[in-house]
């Protein structure tokens, strides 16, 4: 059974850090796509970054080079890193998980099958 567990979020300034982590049990990241997905209020769940069973990682565009998707196979947990934040990057923050994910449709979240109960991020001006 797969379960994932997200933690890490809170509230933080504008131009600060945080990294959500995202515990995975159930899970073999060798077969795996990992994905964060975020969602604002008022809007619908948008892709953030993943990370491949291969290790190959993609980002939208709004968030390359501030945030970082890793992942620890010893602890079976995936990361995000997030640095620079803005205010519009305030939203609840999901895990997901899938097996077999092809690349065409890892940005799109009724690919994943495994979801987290999501943590909240909220960026102050």
């Known amino acids: 059974q797969v379960q994932l567990v997200e933690s890490g979020g809170g509230l933080v300034q504008d131009g600060g850090s945080l990294r959500l982590s995202c515990a995975a049990s159930?899970?073999?990241?060798?077969?795996?796509?990992m994905g964060w997905f975020r969602q604002a209020t008022g809007r619908e769940r948008e892709f953030v970054a993943t990370?491949?069973?291969?290790?190959?990682?993609y980002y939208r565009d709004s968030v390359k080079g501030r945030f970082t998707i890793s992942r620890d196979r010893a602890r079976s947990t995936v990361y995000l890193q997030m640095n620079s934040l803005k205010p519009e990057d305030t939203a609840v923050y999901y895990c997901?998980?899938?097996?077999?994910?092809?690349?065409?449709?890892?940005?799109?979240?009724?690919?994943?099958?495994?979801w987290g109960q999501g943590t909240q991020v909220t960026v102050s001006i």
């Open positions: 159930g899970v073999s990241f060798s077969s795996y796509t």
């Open positions: 997901a998980a899938d097996r077999g994910a092809i690349l065409s449709t890892i940005r799109d979240p009724n690919t994943y099958d495994y």
């Open positions: 990370i491949r069973y291969n290790g190959h990682t």
